[in-house]
């Protein structure tokens, strides 16, 4: 069976500061991991993902995240948060076997001048 | 298409009415999945198609809620009799079928109020 978890369901930074979404994820073989975002709204929006070739990945509007296997995790990270940047966060997996998409309950960041 | 498509996006129906929620995936694209999305329930896996079988239905709530696919592209999802606590946005995603290494791509959802 495949799980995420994300620790925070809120997340406040300050505009400039660093962002740091965290998710752990839960396995029995390599998995694909996804993150997400939602404006209010809207549907979601691939940011970036992990499908096991470079373990840093690199994904839209300056967000990137580390797959760790050590520690089955894939935090989402961004340098300098701007207020656009506030919205929710989900992260997800699939793995080998399993087609469907396994998401986490979601991160909401608020961003602040 | 160039994105998936759902329609309507917004419908407001009384209690123990029956809906249809349509799905428009993006062309080529071999598997599509319903999700719903629920005030603090996060996302929930509903089906998901490969073609036009359903390998995996397991998140049907219960058995008021089906889902068709025809002709390998658009999907319906039917709620019958419904009730308040079906009251969601259902979000339809299509992908290549690949695991989701070419990406699944969602669309904008629709919003179900029951009342």
């Known amino acids: 069976a495949q799980s995420v978890t994300q620790l925070g369901s809120h997340v406040s930074v300050s505009e400039g500061a660093l962002v740091l979404l965290r998710c752990n994820y839960s396995s029995s073989v390599p998995p694909y991991l996804f993150w997400y975002v939602q404006y209010p709204n809207q549907g979601l929006q691939l940011l970036l993902k992990y499908t096991s070739a470079a373990t840093l990945v690199k994904g839209i509007n300056g967000f990137e995240a580390e797959f760790k296997k050590s520690e089955t995790s894939f935090h989402l990270t961004k340098p300098s948060a701007h207020m656009s940047d506030a919205a929710e966060y989900f992260c997800a997996v699939s793995s080998r076997g399993f087609q469907k998409l396994v998401f986490g309950t979601g991160t909401r960041l608020l961003v602040s001048p | 298409g160039a994105g998936v498509s759902q329609s309507p996006s917004n419908k407001v129906t009384e209690k123990g009415k029956d809906v249809e929620l349509r799905c428009d995936p993006i062309s080529g694209h071999t598997a599509l999945y319903w999700y719903r999305q629920s005030l603090g329930q996060g996302l929930e896996f509903l089906i998901y198609?490969?073609?036009?079988?359903?390998?995996?239905k397991s998140g049907l709530p219960s058995d008021r809620f089906s889902a068709e696919r025809t002709g390998g592209s658009v999907s319906t999802l039917t709620i019958q009799r419904t009730q308040q606590e079906d009251s969601a946005v259902y979000l339809c995603a299509s992908s290549l079928g690949d695991r989701g290494r070419s990406g699944y791509t969602f669309g904008s959802g629709t919003r179900l109020t029951v009342v």
């Open positions: 198609f490969q073609g036009n079988s359903a390998p995996d």
